[in-house]
Structures are given as C-alpha cells and as structure tokens.
C-alpha cells in the first residue's frame, strides 16, 4: 500500500479486533460505578507498546487535526456494535503517540465495512486556518436544492 499523498500518515491494522469502548454502568450502594470493558484497555496497552517502539518520525503530530478511520469487521460484529464506541478506542490508544491530544482533532470521518482488509487510520494536519473541511460543502449541496 502507499502513502496518499493528501494524508501526512497513514497506518493499517492487520489481524485486529478493535474493542468496542462501550462503558457500562452499575449501581454498588447508591454510587454509580463505571465499567470499561477489558478488551478496550487491553488493546490501547497493545497499540502503546507497539507505536512506542516503530513510531513515526514526525509523531506525535499536533495541531489542528483531520482524521480518517475505516473499521473492518465481521457481518455479526457489524450489526451489533456502535462505530462511536469502536472510534473511542483507536482515538484513545493512540493518544500521545500519533497525535498529543484527541481534542486536536477538528474533523472526524468514520466508516464500518464488512470484511477482514484490516483497519485504516489516516491522519492530515490540517494547519493553523480556522475553516471547516466539510460542513461548508455538505452546506453548499443543500442549499442548492
């Protein structure tokens, strides 16, 4: 695969099942107690580890920040998870490693196939000008009808 050039890094996933980073909640003697699935920790830890030791020579990137995820999953896994809850997950586990911050990131495009092509992360550095990426284009096409 190569680098498209409008992205400044562009990572692949092989043989990963991203965890859903769905939070449960419990009452234990009328506290509220949070529960993070243990997949999810035990992924970032595994994304940490590895992207520590074969990190990028221009990480961690900073800045205002466009990203691009495509998550490929089984038909089962498809219909039953929230891309949302999936999406937590990549953005935390590379938290200070790709990027310093997930607040840095202004646009956000996600997608969920069925399939086992590995999962996609592309990042851009969008640069210091204050304006949408998107939002004014999808804006334009509504307009217009």
């Given at each position: 695969m190569?680098?498209?050039?409008?992205?400044?890094?562009?990572?692949?996933?092989?043989?990963?099942?991203?965890?859903?980073?769905?939070?449960?909640?419990?009452?234990?003697?009328g506290i509220?107690?949070?529960?993070?699935?243990?997949g999810?920790?035990?992924?970032?830890k595994?994304?940490?580890?590895?992207?520590k030791?074969n990190?990028?020579?221009?990480?961690?990137?900073s800045?205002?920040?466009?990203?691009?995820?495509?998550i490929?999953?089984?038909?089962?896994?498809?219909?039953?998870?929230?891309?949302d809850?999936?999406t937590?997950?990549?953005?935390?586990?590379?938290?200070?490693?790709?990027?310093?911050?997930?607040?840095?990131?202004?646009s956000?495009?996600?997608?969920?196939v069925v399939?086992?092509?590995g999962?996609?992360?592309?990042l851009?550095?969008?640069?210091k000008?204050?304006k949408?990426?998107?939002?004014?284009?999808?804006?334009?096409?509504?307009?217009?009808?």
């Amino acid at each position: 695969m190569t680098l498209n050039k409008y992205y400044d890094c562009l990572i692949r996933l092989d043989d990963a099942r991203v965890p859903s980073k769905r939070v449960g909640y419990k009452e234990d003697n009328g506290i509220l107690v949070a529960k993070v699935p243990i997949g999810a920790r035990e992924f970032e830890k595994q994304i940490r580890e590895h992207f520590k030791k074969n990190k990028g020579s221009n990480w961690p990137y900073s800045g205002r920040l466009l990203m691009v995820i495509g998550i490929s999953m089984s038909e089962k896994d498809f219909v039953s998870t929230d891309v949302d809850n999936v999406t937590k997950t990549l953005l935390d586990a590379f938290k200070g490693i790709l990027y310093e911050d997930d607040s840095e990131i202004v646009s956000l495009f996600v997608n969920k196939v069925v399939g086992d092509s590995g999962h996609l992360i592309a990042l851009k550095v969008l640069g210091k000008e204050d304006k949408a990426w998107v939002v004014p284009h999808m804006l334009e096409v509504v307009s217009e009808q």
